[in-house]
């Protein structure tokens, strides 16, 4: 369907004049928000504690230590950049720890303005989240601060700063939990991290998002298309909801279009390149630190068997591409087969650009970038990975939850439950419950929810139940649909809950969860 841009402002515009939706949240069951105290102070400490005590140990420490700073980087193919660096560098180091150890982080803070690390994924200890004004204060220029917790499970994660749009200036690298007893059907390991890019080559993040809050118009940009939505009823876009893409995944739109796309910091004229031998079994690991931008991501002329997503084991899934919302992992074991491929990115709802790293043997020559695809058949997404077996979540519900996610581009302003202060309680639970929770997305955009502190289940995606959907801990909302999630409160503490979309979250899509007496 070819439909322009314009004629969708105006179907949105005469829902807006139409539909209605409610704006605070809902639930059924008895103990799910309300009452009782929360858990602070003393109370709060001895909880964490607690937790932490009982967590299994390997009676090692990891000390890993980075330093944030200015530096400059070369995405290749002549383009540079002055941004904002772990030790030097895009992405970050790699950093590694095995199951149970005690890790230290240490962070030096020489950029010369506040600055903050979470690690995306791993539900550790609330103190050690790393989430200002929630959590922890924020690390002060000049200062040094230790993060100190047990790695609490195994997996691909990635760590990143959680200060303003530091993040999309370059504050970002892996974090792999390693687990020694864990059988690896693979021969090495291939970490990418795939991002949209502006810093040096466009306007810097901060612009973007001062033009987005000062639009006066809806079509101010023809990149710049998620809202007049505030208000939609589900029913009422049912039309709208099911146009699509060129993946057919739903016409899922975007704030902004990007200069370019990298895979681990390098533009797809000059990309980095990986030799290999043909047999040769890799483990991909594979990260969306995109700002705002979803992925497609494959390796030509292979198929890949994907093993895991978000750090948490599948059943495996024979695939050609995967969909990768903000923030979201996966793990796929490939095979190498002879000569050189491109390990392409497609963004989704953008209109140029692809990323690429370079998967090559001997002496093969590296394809030209005008050989990338712009689309992608048969592509796996969320609704069709199912969890391992031993990682299932256990326990009935005792309550459901409703998250309504909402907004506009004039103004600029998004919002979870028509709440818009970043810090306020959306949720409260009791530790030892059980409940669900299901994420209505009432816009045009992907919404990329990711809770901290705890991984999920997804019990129902687009409105298709799921048999032991798998465990994540950010999943992909797209556009007027919903998606369901099973929580377990194993974990004390007040914890963030937001879209990964960057400048959704900066301008109020994001809340906390807390735990109460």
């Given at each position: 369907?070819n439909?322009?841009?314009?004629a969708?402002?105006?179907?949105?515009?005469?829902?807006?004049?139409?539909?209605?939706?409610?704006?605070?949240?809902s639930?059924?069951?008895?103990?799910?928000?309300g009452?009782?105290?929360?858990?602070?102070?003393?109370?709060?400490?001895?909880?964490?504690?607690?937790?932490?005590?009982?967590?299994?140990?390997?009676?090692?420490?990891?000390?890993?230590?980075?330093?944030?700073?200015?530096?400059?980087?070369?995405?290749?193919?002549?383009?540079?950049?002055?941004?904002?660096?772990?030790?030097?560098?895009?992405?970050g180091?790699?950093?590694?720890?095995?199951?149970?150890?005690?890790?230290?982080?240490?962070?030096?803070?020489?950029?010369?303005?506040?600055?903050?690390?979470?690690?995306?994924?791993?539900a550790?200890?609330?103190?050690?989240?790393?989430?200002?004004?929630?959590?922890?204060?924020?690390?002060?220029?000049?200062?040094?601060?230790?993060?100190?917790?047990?790695?609490?499970?195994?997996?691909?994660?990635?760590?990143?700063?959680?200060?303003?749009?530091?993040?999309e200036?370059?504050?970002?690298?892996?974090?792999?939990?390693?687990?020694?007893?864990?059988?690896?059907?693979?021969d090495?390991?291939?970490?990418?991290?795939?991002?949209?890019?502006?810093?040096?080559?466009?306007?810097?993040?901060?612009?973007?998002?001062?033009?987005?809050?000062?639009?006066?118009?809806s079509?101010?940009?023809?990149?710049?298309?998620?809202?007049?939505?505030?208000?939609?009823n589900?029913?009422?876009?049912?039309?709208?909801?099911?146009m699509?893409?060129?993946?057919?995944?739903?016409?899922?739109?975007?704030?902004?279009?990007?200069?370019?796309?990298?895979?681990?910091?390098?533009?797809?004229?000059?990309?980095?390149?990986?030799?290999?031998?043909?047999?040769?079994?890799?483990?991909?690991?594979?990260?969306?630190?995109?700002?705002?931008?979803?992925?497609?991501?494959?390796?030509?002329?292979?198929?890949?068997?994907?093993?895991?997503?978000?750090?948490?084991?599948?059943?495996?899934?024979?695939?050609?591409?995967?969909?990768?919302?903000?923030?979201?992992?996966?793990?796929?074991?490939?095979?190498?087969?002879?000569?050189?491929?491109?390990?392409?990115?497609?963004?989704?709802?953008?209109?140029?650009?692809?990323?690429?790293?370079v998967?090559?043997?001997?002496?093969?020559?590296?394809?030209?970038?005008s050989?990338?695809?712009?689309?992608?058949?048969?592509?796996?997404?969320v609704?069709?990975?199912?969890?391992?077996?031993?990682?299932?979540?256990?326990?009935?519900?005792?309550?459901?939850?409703?998250?309504?996610?909402?907004?506009?581009?004039?103004?600029?302003?998004?919002?979870?439950?028509?709440?818009?202060?970043?810090?306020?309680?959306?949720?409260?639970?009791?530790?030892?419950?059980?409940?669900?929770?299901?994420?209505?997305?009432?816009?045009?955009m992907?919404?990329?929810?990711?809770?901290?502190?705890?991984?999920?289940?997804?019990?129902?995606?687009?409105?298709?139940?799921?048999?032991?959907?798998?465990?994540?801990?950010?999943?992909?909302?797209?556009?007027?649909?919903?998606?369901?999630i099973?929580?377990?409160?194993?974990?004390?503490?007040?914890?963030?809950?937001?879209?990964?979309?960057?400048?959704?979250?900066?301008?109020?899509?994001?809340?906390?969860?807390?735990?109460?007496?």
């Open positions: 369907m439909v322009s841009r314009r969708v402002i105006g179907g949105l515009l005469g829902v807006v004049a139409t539909g209605t939706v409610a704006g605070c949240a639930q059924t069951g008895t103990n799910a928000v009452g009782g105290q929360t858990l602070a102070g003393e109370a709060l400490k001895s909880a964490i504690e607690r937790v932490e005590a009982a967590r299994f140990a390997s009676n090692k420490t990891t000390n890993l230590n980075v330093r944030q700073a200015l530096g400059k980087v070369e995405l290749g193919a002549g383009k540079t950049a002055t941004a904002k660096l772990f030790n030097a560098q895009l992405p180091q790699h950093l590694r720890a095995n199951y149970g150890d005690l890790v230290r982080l240490t962070q030096t803070n020489d950029l010369g303005e506040n600055t903050s690390i979470h690690i995306h994924g791993l550790l200890r609330n103190d050690a989240d790393g989430v200002p004004m929630l959590t922890q204060d924020e690390v002060a220029a000049g200062a040094t601060f230790t993060q100190a917790f047990k790695a609490p499970h195994p997996g691909t994660y990635w760590y990143h700063s959680h200060t303003g749009l530091q993040p200036e370059g504050l970002y690298g892996s974090f792999i939990i390693d687990d020694p007893n864990e059988a690896g059907a693979y090495s390991e291939w970490i990418l991290m795939l991002d949209d890019w502006t810093l040096g080559l466009g306007k810097t993040p901060q612009q973007i998002l001062t033009d987005l809050k000062a639009a006066t118009s079509d101010h940009d023809m990149g710049h298309m998620g809202g007049m939505n505030m208000g939609m589900m029913g009422g876009m049912s039309g709208m909801a099911g699509q893409d060129q993946f057919g995944l739903g016409m899922g739109m975007s704030d902004v279009q990007y200069p370019a796309y990298i895979i681990n910091g390098r533009v797809a004229e000059d990309p980095e390149v990986r030799q290999a031998k043909v047999g040769e079994r890799i483990r991909l690991r594979i990260i969306n630190a995109a700002s705002d931008t979803a992925f497609v991501f494959g390796v030509d002329g292979h198929e890949m068997t994907v093993t895991h997503t978000d750090g948490f084991a599948v059943k495996p899934r024979n695939s050609t591409s995967v969909l990768l919302g903000m923030g979201e992992r996966i793990d796929a074991i490939v095979t190498v087969t002879d000569g050189a491929h491109n390990a392409f990115a497609i963004p989704v709802g953008k209109t140029t650009g692809v990323a690429r790293s998967l090559k043997t001997g002496s093969a020559a590296i394809p030209p970038a050989t990338l695809p712009t689309t992608a058949k048969s592509v796996t997404q609704v069709d990975l199912q969890a391992a077996d031993d990682v299932l979540l256990t326990g009935k519900s005792s309550a459901t939850l409703e998250a309504m996610l909402m907004g506009t581009m004039v103004p600029y302003s998004w919002n979870i439950n028509g709440n818009t202060d970043m810090h306020a309680t959306l949720f409260e639970l009791r530790e030892g419950e059980t409940v669900d929770l299901n994420f209505s997305n009432h816009s045009m992907f919404h990329p929810m990711h809770l901290h502190g705890h991984t999920f289940q997804v019990l129902d995606a687009y409105g298709r139940g799921l048999t032991n959907g798998p465990r994540k801990d950010t999943v992909l909302v797209k556009p007027m649909t919903s998606v369901r099973r929580i377990q409160a194993d974990n004390p503490g007040d914890w963030a809950i937001h879209c990964h979309n960057s400048y959704h979250m900066e301008t109020g899509m994001m809340g906390a969860i807390r735990y109460k007496l």
